[in-house]
């Protein structure tokens, strides 16, 4: 580099003793800042590199840029309040942080979800699944090297964006999910909308494919990169796609279903090599199984109420108000006192496009919950992305980074 | 298959002190001081091979106040087991599980800036999400919500005064 000086470390070098080797100190190697404002660290992520040439010896990752206190917020509000706060959380898979903080209050009051309600849930739970995994196809690629594949993979999912707009209102920020069921039935333009997806996608995963899965500039640059042993991912904690890719079968809609997700048959993709190229290998194949998912659940879509009649948890519907005094005392108590869970503490896992997303809820009684922990599965990654990169070339760094699909929003809270 | 909670009880007879069922999960709460040697033993005898999750609570005004939830799991049985450790609201040290489970690097650092929690034997722990030179725990209870007064044309100028701009 002929501008050294412009690139190397400006900081205080003491700030980083202990992580990163001492070579770093007598200039045998040097200290790189990448990021926040970076376009490949997907947000606003900072790592602090020790190089040696181009091979990263130690990456020290910095976050809490894109912190926002959600958990904090989340104490001084009302259940029903605090819901839409998780969707802000994980801007790219907002029906799946609804689904666990949902399943986390039922879980914890013993409310009843009919099953038509959990057959909608499944279906937008993978819809979400297939548009996270869009954007992360997109922007991994585009980091690659490989522009046009962003354009398609953001053409597609303005499709999803639809249908979420068409049942809740919004195209992301979508609040449908809610306690004991959903805030409505979907519309009847929803089924031969997804019915027109189900039959569209297929082909366009196939034309991803045709871009990338055979091109040699693609292989190059993902296969045998990042290596992360089956054994290291449990211990780091990772889960998802990045744990799947090094052979471990786990995934949490087979193992602790949740949300009738036993009902559905699919199959669960596993990679060999646990590096960049089977991550990715991976993920593709999850879009074709979570449209199996979708395809099973819509032609098996059961009649029936969207939603618990739980009245002291579920506001009654709009046609009682008219003619029953009880429909309108529970309608009133529920918007302005809220409801009171019983006191106790749960922990609800579910299966997001990323990982394991829990949610541990600790309740006191009262209709603001004392503690509403998320455990998200960007934050785990990124604590094991030193593991995963050193030794690898600077260049490397970038699809790995993409490759374990972290989301800021989702790693800060 | 062991049963979890029986195995802790017969192992470590004083440092298990109750043993709780709610909703099907199981949580068994321990001595601070046993933490490490507990997770141990559930790592390598009981089959849990994964922590799925550390979760710090702070239970002000109660004593004592803060209380931390480990959420193991079992990949070889297919169960949870919640351990929970109780710590006083003066001073809390807890020792670090990171030599057991390396994925709870990041997340006892988080408590460790959001909750003001010590812990000991911790590999590298400084604060990771809020800025090094931040004052305070947020996540305490006694930790007051901020909130920005909204101008209006009337009071736009003495509001200005006080606002927390940028330094130069």
Redesign the interface.
């Given at each position: 580099m002929t501008h050294a000086d412009e690139v190397h470390w400006q900081g205080d070098l003491d700030e980083l003793r202990?992580?990163v080797s001492e070579r770093a100190f007598t200039g045998e190697t040097m200290v790189l800042n990448m990021g926040p404002q970076h376009p490949s660290t997907h947000g606003v992520l900072r790592l602090a590199l020790e190089l040696d040439g181009e091979t990263v010896v130690n990456c020290v990752p910095d976050?809490?840029y894109l912190?926002t206190?959600i958990?904090?917020?989340m104490e001084?509000k009302k259940y029903d309040q605090a819901l839409v706060m998780t969707d802000r959380i994980d801007y790219l898979n907002p029906m799946g942080n609804e689904l666990v903080y949902c399943l986390a209050i039922e879980?914890?009051a013993?409310l009843d979800v009919p099953l038509r309600a959990q057959y909608v849930r499944v279906i937008v739970a993978e819809l979400t699944r297939i548009n996270s995994h869009l954007v992360w196809l997109g922007t991994h690629a585009l980091d690659i090297g490989a522009m046009s594949v962003f354009l398609y993979c953001f053409r597609e999912r303005e499709k999803l964006l639809d249908i979420f707009e068409m049942i809740s209102g919004q195209r992301m920020m979508a609040s449908y999910i809610r306690p004991g069921g959903l805030w409505r039935d979907v519309t009847p333009d929803f089924e031969p909308a997804v019915r027109d997806f189900l039959d569209y996608f297929p082909r366009r995963i196939d034309d991803y494919e045709k871009l990338l899965t055979d091109n040699p500039l693609w292989l190059d640059r993902t296969q045998g990169v990042g290596f992360l042993s089956a054994q290291d991912a449990?211990?780091?904690?990772c889960t998802g796609p990045t744990l799947r890719a090094s052979g471990?079968s786990?995934d949490i809609r087979k193992?602790?279903p949740y949300s009738s997700y036993d009902h559905f048959e699919f199959d669960i993709p596993v990679g060999q090599h646990g590096d960049v190229y089977d991550r990715y290998l991976c993920r593709i194949e999850e879009m074709r199984q979570s449209l199996r998912i979708v395809r099973q659940a819509l032609d098996n879509l059961p009649d029936g109420p969207f939603r618990s009649n739980n009245r002291k948890y579920v506001p009654p519907p709009r046609s009682e108000l008219g003619h029953s005094m009880e429909a309108v005392i529970h309608h009133f108590k529920l918007w302005t006192e809220g409801f009171r869970p019983p006191k106790?503490?749960?922990?609800v896992?579910v299966e997001s496009p990323r990982g394991?997303l829990?949610c541990?809820l600790?309740s006191d009684g009262s209709p603001k919950p004392?503690?509403v922990?998320l455990?998200t599965p960007s934050?785990?990654h990124?604590?094991a992305l030193p593991h995963m990169s050193n030794g690898y070339l600077i260049a490397d760094l970038v699809g790995i980074i993409g490759s374990i699909d972290i989301v800021l929003g989702d790693c800060?809270? | 298959m062991l049963d979890p909670v029986e195995s802790l009880q017969a192992t470590f007879p004083d440092a298990v002190l109750d043993v709780l069922h709610f909703r099907g999960e199981t949580t068994v709460i321990v001595k601070a001081e046993q933490i490490v040697n507990i997770c141990r033993h559930c790592r390598d005898t009981l089959g849990f091979n994964f922590l799925s999750d550390v979760a710090g609570v702070d239970y002000y005004p109660q004593e004592p106040r803060f209380g931390l939830a480990y959420h193991l799991y079992s990949m070889i049985d297919n169960q949870s087991l919640r351990l929970k450790i109780y710590l006083p609201g003066e001073n809390p040290v807890a020792p670090s599980i990171t030599s057991v489970y390396p994925a709870a690097n990041w997340q006892e650092r988080e408590y460790y800036d959001l909750l003001g929690i010590t812990f000991t034997d911790h590999p590298d722990l400084r604060r990771i999400l809020m800025p090094d030179d931040w004052q305070g725990h947020p996540l305490r209870k006694d930790y007051p919500l901020g909130y920005e007064t909204v101008q209006f044309t009337f009071n736009f100028d003495e509001i200005n005064k006080h606002k927390p701009y940028a330094r130069e």
């Open positions: 202990g992580l976050i809490g912190h206190g958990e904090k917020n001084a879980k914890l013993e449990i211990t780091l904690g471990v786990w193992a602790i106790g503490e749960v922990y896992r394991e829990g541990f600790v004392w503690r922990h455990r934050f785990i990124l604590s800060d809270r | -």
